[in-house]
């Protein structure tokens, strides 16, 4: 499969890194003390509050860019500036965190670990920033307080009574990191057993028997039995939501991390390779994996630097042999998309990926036309984190 593809040089990622650390530095003056919305408009991000479930992957690239800045500067002392400018730009974003979480402003969902991961684990991993660790506690606890003993999960949205609201969402096995933090930081087991009772939920009930995903799944609310799977951003309740099977693959592989149980490496290659042989010629899915060429669909690049970073962790655990065949999909998909969606000219836009796809309205599908083949916050900070992870053994935020 795809064995002539061509893979992602060590220079090409400088490069791709270079660009986007220079790109985030020249988006400062406008979002230091605003964030990036969660999609660009004509290729263009708005500044916005603090608030949606996306402006971490913003602080995000601020902290990918201070540390490939600062390994530059260590380099090369002729190289000047950058990482004292974007740590300062991370810290004031920090302090928006903690004064969000603090005030428990639209706070009120599962997507703590997408808003505080990336910021503010990131921030004191990287500087030790105390306010960054307390942010980042306060959201793990409010993260807990979504958890449904019954059912042995995490409610994605909405009021915790409501009975059409009693549902996971794959999404979430990427804010569950967040809760593993809490506990190693406090001491508490609290949140990690909150977390692992989820994944397990998760996993046994979003993944279909063709290895295909779920993007939400219902579960009863008196007995907590599973009820059935739907979906909400993917095109039909039958289809494949590309970035639906993307956040599977990763959090497989986080699951595995952090559980170290065996059977999820298992649940990875499956679901890697579903999503792998649902991909187009370019190796950059379309929105839905019903979806293939020829076919008038937007694509969604953001899901191929998810799968990417997914499959960049995983292979820390696999046999040489294995591993190396995981890395050359990963490399690939990465090439193509430093080819052919990356932003090349600051001028095209202020984003760093094309081509991405928030949320497309179908027949079937309950949610809004947004942000459509356009580049989104998220699918900035997944392609700088892979970029990152081929670059260097990288200490993730996650
Ligand atoms: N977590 C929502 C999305 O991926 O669009």
Redesign the pocket.
Known sequence: MYKDMPVISDEEVEQALWFSMEQVVRNLPEFTHKFQN?YSENGFYQPIENQE??TGFWTGEIWLAYEYAKEKEARDQAISGNSEILKKAGEIQVASFLNRIEKKIDVDHH?MG?LYSPSCVAAYKLTGNTDARRAAILAADQLITRYHPVGEFIQAWGPMDAPENYRL?I?CL?NLPLLYWASEETGDDKYRQIAEKHIHTAIRNVIREDYSTWHTFFFDRKTGAPDHGATW?GYRDGSAWA??QA?GIYGCALAYKYTKREEYIEVFRHVTQYFLEHLPADMVPFWDLEFTDGEEQPRDS?SASIAACGILEMIKSMEEKEAAVYEKYARQMMKSLYDFYAVKEPEASNGLVLHST??NHSPYNGCNHCGVDEC?S?GDYYYMEAMMRLHKEWIMYW
């Open positions: 969660a479930w996306t997507d997408f969402i999404d990427l951003q970035r639906g956040w953001s928030y949320s989104n998220w």
